[in-house]
C-alpha cells in the first residue's frame, strides 16, 4: 500500500520559513517523480514544485520561483520543500505527489500525471 505523509506544516508570519516533509512508503521511490501541489481555500489545486527521479531536474510555479526549493533524498524516501521569504497568498494545504516514470530526468507539473497523493499538511502565513 502506498503512503505519502506530509509533515512540517504550520503558522507562520509573512517573510518567515518553513520546511515541508513527504515522507514515501510503499513503492519504489526511485522509480518515482515527485511534486508538490497546494489548493487555498475556494481555489483550483496548482502546481507549486515537482522533481524528476534523479533529483538533477526541478521545475516551479512563476510564483514560488526563487522563493521555494523542492529536493529529494532517495536513501530516505524523502521529498522537502523548502519555503522562504512567505508570502500571505501562499497559504494552503500543500500535498505531495508521486508519478512512476521511466524518464530519469523528468519532472512533471500537471497533476493528472500524478498517480498517489497525501493528505497534506496546513500551511498558514499571517500578513
Known amino acids: 500500500q502506498v503512503q505519502l505523509v506530509e509533515s512540517g506544516g504550520g503558522l507562520v508570519q509573512a517573510g518567515g520559513s518553513l520546511k515541508l516533509s513527504c515522507a514515501a512508503s510503499?513503492?519504489?521511490?526511485?522509480?518515482?517523480?515527485m511534486g508538490w501541489f497546494r489548493q487555498a481555500p475556494g481555489k483550483e489545486r496548482e502546481f507549486v514544485a515537482g522533481?524528476?527521479?534523479?533529483?538533477?531536474?526541478?521545475g516551479y510555479a512563476d510564483s514560488v520561483k526563487g522563493r521555494f526549493t523542492i529536493s529529494r533524498d532517495n536513501a530516505k524516501n524523502t521529498v522537502l520543500l523548502q519555503m522562504n521569504s512567505l508570502k500571505a497568498e501562499d497559504t494552503a494545504v500543500y500535498s505531495c505527489?508521486?508519478?512512476?516514470?521511466?524518464?530519469?530526468?523528468?519532472?512533471?507539473?500537471?497533476?493528472?500525471?500524478?498517480?498517489?497523493w497525501g493528505q497534506g499538511t496546513q500551511v498558514t502565513v499571517s500578513s
Open positions: 522533481i524528476s527521479r534523479n533529483g538533477q531536474n526541478t
Open positions: 505527489a508521486a508519478t512512476q516514470t521511466t524518464y530519469s530526468s523528468f519532472w512533471y507539473s500537471s497533476s493528472s500525471r500524478y498517480v498517489y
Open positions: 510503499g513503492l519504489t521511490f526511485t522509480s518515482n517523480a
